[in-house]
């Protein structure tokens, strides 16, 4: 089993930034694919990026370039480190963790807002 603990939402203003973490409590995490995804009010969960055991990254389309998917294996640790943040980035943000199995964190509000 393992639990997923996230951190590093809250409010910012358009064109700020902000790192969100999600922290393991099984070092088998060194072994697993790791994701965000997020979801606003009213829509669907929605991938946002996901990064292999070995640091390969993909992304959505709306966060390219402005989002950065790293892992830090020693510490059982992903971030998403987000700049030039806009409104529509809004949503409380997942961490997901898979193969081996399928877990989910508790979500972190992301809010950006003038």
């Known amino acids: 089993q393992v639990q997923l603990v996230e951190s590093g939402g809250g409010l910012v203003q358009p064109g700020g930034s902000l790192r969100l973490s999600c922290t393991a409590s099984n070092s088998i995490f060194s072994i697993m694919r790791a994701s965000w995804h997020r979801q606003s009010p009213g829509k669907q969960r929605e991938f946002v990026a996901t990064?292999?055991?070995?640091?390969?990254?993909v992304y959505t389309d709306s966060v390219t370039g402005r989002f950065t998917i790293s892992r830090d294996n020693a510490k059982n640790t992903v971030y998403l480190h987000m700049n030039n943040l806009k409104p529509e980035d809004t949503a409380v943000y997942y961490c997901?963790?898979?193969?081996?199995?399928?877990?989910w964190g508790q979500g972190t509000q992301v809010t950006v807002s003038s």
């Open positions: 997901h963790m898979t193969s081996p199995g399928n877990y």
């Open positions: 990064i292999t055991h070995k640091g390969d990254a």
